[in-house]
């Protein structure tokens, strides 16, 4: 059997990349070796850029239902309260305030079995059902993959022209290609995560003990919103043992908040964690693709690593539907060089620059393109929005009361022209209707389309009020085209290296 798309790993990374394809309407089959959907709340924030992507995939609503705000953290010392903060306070960015250009400021609390859950209901609506206890033994690659999944039942030889391989940290594709997986694996930082119910603790809190002489005998329990439990998180010292059950959890809590009488009844789920820190050497081989845990492991501080993987399908997703229906083969290349250097940034810290001076932005909506060879700027606009930034959100007042954002109006399109003036809308509509379908595009004249709140949507994009100016938002909501003159020659050099080519 032959089919365009085979996603390896049923994780947040694998689930997004088959629903950008299914929503594209291309065939795609999801494989994973578990016997089952995976438990556990894992990774449990999901930041303010992967909010927006949700909303994009239409899941945000069951997202943001299913979770809730991050509580204030305490901290306790000898038995007593030391002290409270939000966690933006902690994490010193300060309380997010609204703002037009940002839907979704805060970030958004929801165990990882119930984000996989949404995501794979949402993928059913598609059609396609995730295939569990099937795992791949063997890839040979040549003008497309043909993958070997062993079942229960016996193995399948399976033909795909693309492979996205999405199954983890340890991935089976990743070892079979022999790329390589740099960094570092820390055996002496080793962390228990668990899941454990407890009536006699206040659900209104993140609670944290630590030790004023032992800084490391620490332990934190925080309540999981839309359910009964915690999740715990404790660090394991030299000596103790990696075997775990509750019996333990309910030892390193006593041990470590001084003797406050909180009594665990239960823990659904357990895991012994190392400290990994990893990068993948490539993350495109050939017609194979690693996304996720299967090309990066971050480190844990600041809760990246989930939302890295969603926003590495939802760049790749888009660009093999495209050249799955005609599009230079040569976009692909394009997904490495824009998300391996965020990947690379992050293995150093949530401070670090990269060698662009770029810094990490936790909520993860600085993160950019800028330089790369889809994000081209011709319009001077130092200090605002340029190409390879997130397209922002604004506010619209359109005629027939269609969408009150800019958002939804991208949403339903792949290509989004932003057009600041007559000129610049008539130019790329001609343009777009050579170089795709009808269907695929939208060129939004701000000024005439919604002039209520035209002002405001040039303020956010840096326009000023006689300026003309285009953005071509590109189908993951990165601007790809910034222009401020010669909109029909600059469309007709960019988009060819989107779209199959121009059409009669």
């Not at 119910?197 to 309540?223: F, I």
């Not at 303020?459 to 285009?470: H, K, S």
Request: hydrophobic share 40%; aromatic share 6%; charged share 25%.
């Amino acid at each position: 059997m032959s089919l365009p798309v085979l996603v390896v790993g049923a994780g947040p990374a694998g689930l997004v990349a088959a629903l950008q394809l299914a929503r594209r309407r291309c065939d795609v089959r999801v494989v994973d070796r578990s016997a089952g959907p995976a438990s556990g709340s894992r990774a449990k924030g999901i930041q303010p850029r992967t909010l927006e992507v949700f909303e994009e995939l239409g899941v945000v609503e069951e997202i943001v239902a299913s979770g809730g705000p991050f509580p204030r953290w305490r901290t306790y010392r000898e038995g007593r309260l030391a002290w409270e903060k939000s966690i933006y306070d902690l994490l010193g960015t300060g309380q997010p305030v609204a703002d037009p250009a940002i839907p979704y400021p805060e970030t958004w609390m929801i165990p990882q079995w119930r984000t996989e859950e949404v995501l794979r209901d949402a993928l059913r609506r598609h059609g396609v059902e995730v295939e569990y206890d099937a795992a791949i033994v063997a890839l040979d690659d040549g003008s497309g993959v043909t993958a070997t999944i062993r079942r229960p039942r016996g193995d399948e030889r399976l033909r795909a022209s693309y492979v996205v391989a999405a199954d983890g940290a340890a991935s089976t594709v990743r070892k079979l290609l022999g790329v390589t997986f740099d960094g570092v694996t820390r055996d002496d930082e080793r962390y228990v995560n668990a899941d454990v119910r407890t009536t006699m603790l206040d659900r209104s809190y993140w609670h944290n003990w630590s030790q004023r002489d032992n800084p490391a005998a620490r332990v934190s329990v925080c309540p999981l919103p839309g359910t009964d439990v915690f999740q715990f998180v404790a660090p394991l010292l030299p000596g103790d043992d990696s075997t775990v059950g509750l019996a333990t959890i309910q030892r390193l809590f006593d041990e470590r908040s001084d003797g406050v009488a909180v009594t665990f009844d239960d823990a659904p789920w357990i895991a012994v964690s190392r400290a990994n820190e990893r990068l993948a050497s490539r993350f495109r081989i050939g017609p194979v693709f690693l996304a996720g845990d299967a090309a990066h492991a971050v480190p844990a501080a600041g809760g990246q690593g989930l939302n890295t993987a969603v926003q590495d399908s939802h760049n790749l997703g888009w660009k093999l539907a495209a050249v799955l229906r005609g599009a230079p083969d040569d976009l692909l290349d394009s997904y490495e060089e824009e998300r391996r250097p965020i990947a690379a940034r992050l293995m150093n810290g949530l401070d670090a620059t990269d060698d662009r001076g770029e810094v990490t932005d936790i909520f993860q909506l600085r993160n950019n393109y800028r330089g790369r060879r889809l994000s081209v700027q011709t319009r001077p606009a130092p200090g605002t929005v340029h190409a390879g930034d997130r397209a922002p959100d604004g506010p619209l007042s359109l005629r027939d009361g269609s969408a009150p954002r800019l958002f939804p109006v991208m949403r339903d399109v792949e290509l989004t022209a932003l057009a600041f003036g007559a000129r610049a809308a008539e130019e790329s509509d001609a343009v777009l209707r050579r170089h795709a379908p009808a269907d695929s595009f939208r060129v939004l004249d701000v000024r005439e389309h919604s002039p209520s709140t035209a002002d405001t949507i040039a303020a956010i994009y840096g326009v000023a009020p006689d300026e003309e100016a285009l953005f071509l938002v590109r189908p993951d909501g990165h601007i790809g085209l910034a222009a401020g003159d010669c909109f029909a020659e600059r469309l007709d050099t960019y988009l060819p290296h989107l779209t199959p080519g121009v059409t009669a």
